[in-house]
């Protein structure tokens, strides 16, 4: 349990430190990142996660529905990223994003928690392997809150 929320976390965390790390942003894939990728990941990442307590049916039926949702929009995001390619390694990650959100909504709609976890560990990898690669340092002497 403490893995899973130790990863949601983390996330939230590497996407606050991407938004302060960036000097000069590249609007459109920003935009695909806050309005998107963002939120789609977190939809998904909340199928593998500990319910809520005291969480209904009706409740979390809907909590999967958006996992779906969220697995759903990875593939179609991690297609209109590609469109902003930056060489080789981005379309890796871009892919590795569309396949794990691939697997994930096969998951997210058997409501597989067990492995809609293991895949949200994968999309995490995407997630984390291109903002290491792509979002530069920042300034020496910049305090990160991390
Ligand atoms: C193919 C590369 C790539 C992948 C894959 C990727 N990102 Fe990003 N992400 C970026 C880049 C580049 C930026 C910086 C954009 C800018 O401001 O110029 C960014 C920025 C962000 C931001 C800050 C957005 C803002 O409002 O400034 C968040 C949050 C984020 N990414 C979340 C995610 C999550 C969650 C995933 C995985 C599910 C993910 N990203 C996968 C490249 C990627």
Same mark, same amino acid.
């Given at each position: ?37 963002? !939120? ?12 809520? /307590?005291? *969480?209904?049916? @009706?409740? %979390? #039926? ?26 080789? !390694? ?12 691939? /697997?994930? *909504?096969?998951? @997210?709609? %058997? #409501? ?26 920042? !300034? ?7």
């Amino acid at each position: 349990m403490r893995l899973r929320l130790l990863l949601v976390a983390t996330l939230v965390l590497a996407g606050g430190a991407a938004l302060a790390q960036v000097v000069n942003h590249d609007p459109p894939v920003q935009k695909i990142m806050a309005a998107e990728v963002n !939120p789609g990941a977190l939809a998904f990442w909340a199928g593998g996660n500990d319910p809520p /307590e005291d *969480e209904s049916k @009706a409740e %979390a #039926k809907i909590r999967w529905a958006e996992a779906v949702k969220g697995a759903h929009a990875l593939q179609t995001s991690g297609e209109e990223l590609k469109k902003y390619t930056r060489g080789a !390694p981005w379309n890796a990650f871009a892919d590795l994003m569309i396949a794990t959100g691939k /697997e994930g *909504e096969a998951a @997210a709609k %058997a #409501k597989d928690v067990e492995k809609a976890f293991e895949i949200g560990g994968r999309v995490y990898d995407s997630c984390n392997g291109c903002h290491k690669a792509y979002i530069p340092p920042p !300034p020496k002497g910049t305090v990160l809150p991390l």
